[in-house]
């Protein structure tokens, strides 16, 4: 299978925990990117390699991974991180990438 | 800074062709593959196809969705990756993001250039 699914959206409290989550055949191969993407601006990752953050990402960020499943963990959620989700890895073939549906984050 | 900018979008009619360009900059170009993201409005991301490295023979992989319509292409004395869209449909309408392709990750995303096929 070349599809990973995730929750259309999740509600977080302001300083509380959120994770969010990604199934999808091809985690069993490929570690899951994770990717935010805020209205009218390009995607930036937050976490690749199942748990690296690029330079300047918030170390409440992190991400694990156990068998078709991915998670990125928000811990302590903030205003900013109000903004769109996508999980993303190779597919099955390895030849082709694949994204999820997307996770909108709402910080209450 | 590594930098990419999308260039070449616009309003197409149906059916017609078009060509987008991406200008990479602060990295060797030649040495990282290169995808093609796109975003219909209010819609999520959807993976369009890549370009190996020419030390990995330069060979494409695309979306099986897209029927052989798009082609990629790059030119590494001009550090641009090219997309070539043919037969459009107004379901390509779109933002279009070019990326650094890292095996690891999309790692560096330009600013998108948008595609609206309509009559």
């Known amino acids: 299978s070349s599809e990973l699914t995730q929750d259309p959206a999740v509600s977080v409290a302001l300083g509380q925990t959120v994770r969010i989550t990604c199934l999808g055949d091809?985690?069993?191969?490929?570690?899951a990117i994770w990717y935010q993407q805020k209205p009218g601006q390009a995607p930036v990752v937050v976490i690749y390699?199942?748990?690296k953050r690029p330079s300047g990402i918030p170390d409440r960020f992190s991400g694990s991974s156990s068998g078709n499943r991915a998670s990125l963990t928000i811990a302590g959620a903030q205003a900013e991180d109000e903004a769109d989700y996508y999980c993303?890895?190779?597919?099955?073939?390895?030849?082709?990438?694949?994204f999820g549906g997307g996770t909108k984050l709402t910080v209450l | 800074e590594v930098q990419l900018v999308e260039s070449g979008g616009g309003l197409v009619q149906p059916g017609r062709s078009l060509r987008l360009s991406c200008t990479a900059s602060?990295?060797?170009?030649?040495?990282?593959?290169m995808s093609w993201i796109r975003q219909a409005p209010g819609k999520g991301l959807e993976w369009v196809g890549f370009?190996?490295?020419?030390?990995?023979?330069?060979?494409?992989e695309y979306a099986a969705s897209l029927k052989g319509r798009f082609t990629i292409s790059r030119d590494d004395s001009k550090n641009i990756a090219y997309l070539h869209m043919n037969s459009l449909k107004t379901e390509d309408t779109a933002v279009y993001y070019c990326?650094?392709?890292?095996?690891?990750?999309?790692?560096?995303w330009g600013q998108g250039t948008l595609v609206t096929v309509s009559s």
């Open positions: 990326t650094r392709d890292r095996l690891s990750s999309l790692d560096y």
């Open positions: 602060g990295f060797t170009f030649g040495h990282y593959a």
């Open positions: 370009i190996r490295s020419t030390t990995f023979g330069g060979t494409t």
């Open positions: 091809s985690l069993r191969s490929y570690y």
């Open positions: 390699d199942k748990n």
């Open positions: 993303n890895s190779r597919d099955s073939s390895g030849n082709h990438w694949v």
